[in-house]
């Protein structure tokens, strides 16, 4: 039995994924010869009207978004035979993200910098041409075995908004990936897109989310009522730099949160590497609500653990990195001093040696050819001393 076909062209193969809106297959696309990702659309989406005129208009966004770090859209439609909305995308080898953290946990901090500096990337030119993604979340950052990094399903999270699927209930993305202004149904505009990005780096970092919640009322209350612990109190290899850039990022109020997602990555990428976010740009609530964060929850992490109190199952503890390093100090100021004290007691003996000379030098000149010079050696360790003998030496020969 041959595999199934979409649109008379594309050879659907394994299955790669699936999730309560889609299914991903493996597919061959006879036509241009070569493996593509075909997302089937859940049935029950082609019955709203209203998400089939967005999708098919976010479909033909997303298509235009060409960048190293977006995954390109193909082709888009509906299958005559099934019925099936369709999306056709490059195929990418390698893993998601939400794969990675289902086998390891978590990730290395300079490996998670690297995902996020280009997820940033990506994000900042979809926001440039006027697309905000709205479901930001492991799922949809995909890493291949190069290493290369790439944000999917652009374009789709705006096509189910204000439909009739959100109107009964259903809950677009994970919920503990959306902004504050989501949860509380405000229009998502790009800002929303770096807290779920910050929500990911905290996750990959720690192996853990910033808030544990089942539902969207439940996140809404914890992010209202709690902060998370700082990312440098669970991750020794975190700096605190780091964990500012993330708090920022995390921040409750969309104004206080980067202006852009190139300035986000640029500020994760600085704060491993120990440099402020601050240092870049302009002293904003932001900052100080982080600088606040980091300072409040230090302390408090040092009294309890970061997960009482939430009524559910401790995740895995995450791994402990090398510690951070401090530069030893080392005391120069006294050496300093001391060679300071030396140097003026050397030019002290010079001038005296020099005056020696020129006494010397006048009592030959202007005495009679009698007249006896005393010289002596003078030889002493101690410079101090060696200035008393000159001056010894000196009024000998005045006599």
Not at 39 to 48: C, G, Q, R, T, V
Not at 263 to 268: F, S
Not at 270 to 289: F, V, Y
Request: aromatic share 4%; net charge negative.
């Amino acid at each position: 039995m041959s595999d199934p076909e979409i649109a008379g062209r594309y050879q659907l193969q394994s299955r790669l994924g699936f999730g309560g809106m889609s299914t991903v297959h493996l597919a061959f696309d006879k036509r241009l010869e070569r493996r593509v990702a075909v997302k089937l659309l859940a049935e029950h989406l082609a019955e709203d009207p209203t998400f089939v005129s967005r999708f098919q208009r976010e479909a033909q966004a997303a298509a235009r978004l060409i960048h190293p770090n977006i995954v390109q859209v193909f082709d888009s439609g509906q299958d005559e035979r099934t019925g099936q909305y369709f999306i056709v995308m490059e195929y990418i080898e390698g893993q998601s993200c939400a794969e990675i953290l289902r086998d390891d946990g978590w990730i290395e901090v300079d490996e998670a910098v690297a995902i996020i500096e280009q997820a940033c990337e990506g994000l900042h030119y979809a926001h440039r041409h006027g697309v905000v993604h709205r479901d930001v979340k492991p799922g949809n950052l995909l890493r291949s075995r190069d290493g290369e990094v790439k944000l999917a399903d652009f374009g789709i999270a705006k096509a189910t908004e204000q439909s009739s699927i959100t109107q009964v209930g259903s809950v677009l993305g994970t919920a503990a990936y959306l902004a504050p202004e989501q949860a509380r149904g405000e229009e998502a505009g790009p800002r929303a897109d770096l807290y779920a990005l910050g929500v990911v780096t905290y996750q990959l970092i720690s192996g853990r989310l910033p808030y544990e919640a089942a539902s969207l009322t439940e996140l809404a209350l914890k992010q209202q009522q709690e902060e998370p612990a700082m990312l440098d109190t669970l991750v020794a290899a975190v700096t605190p730099e780091l964990a500012e850039a993330v708090a920022i990022a995390l921040a409750l109020d969309p104004r206080e949160r980067y202006e852009n997602a190139r300035e986000m990555g640029r500020a994760i990428s600085d704060g491993a590497l120990g440099i402020s976010p601050n240092e870049h740009r302009a002293p904003t609530r932001g900052a100080r609500h982080a600088t606040e964060a980091t300072s409040v929850l230090a302390s408090a992490t040092r009294t309890h653990s970061p997960s009482e109190g939430r009524g559910a199952v401790a995740p895995r503890q995450p791994r402990r990195g090398p510690a951070r390093e401090t530069p030893p100090v080392v005391a120069t100021a006294p050496t300093r001093r001391r060679g300071a004290g030396l140097r003026r007691l050397g030019i002290a003996v010079l001038a005296l040696l020099a005056l020696v000379g020129v006494i010397a030098l006048i009592a030959v000149l202007s005495s009679p050819a009698t007249t006896t010079i005393k010289l002596r050696t003078v030889v002493y360790n101690d410079a101090q001393e060696s200035a008393e003998a000159l001056k010894q030496l000196v009024g000998e020969n005045m006599k």
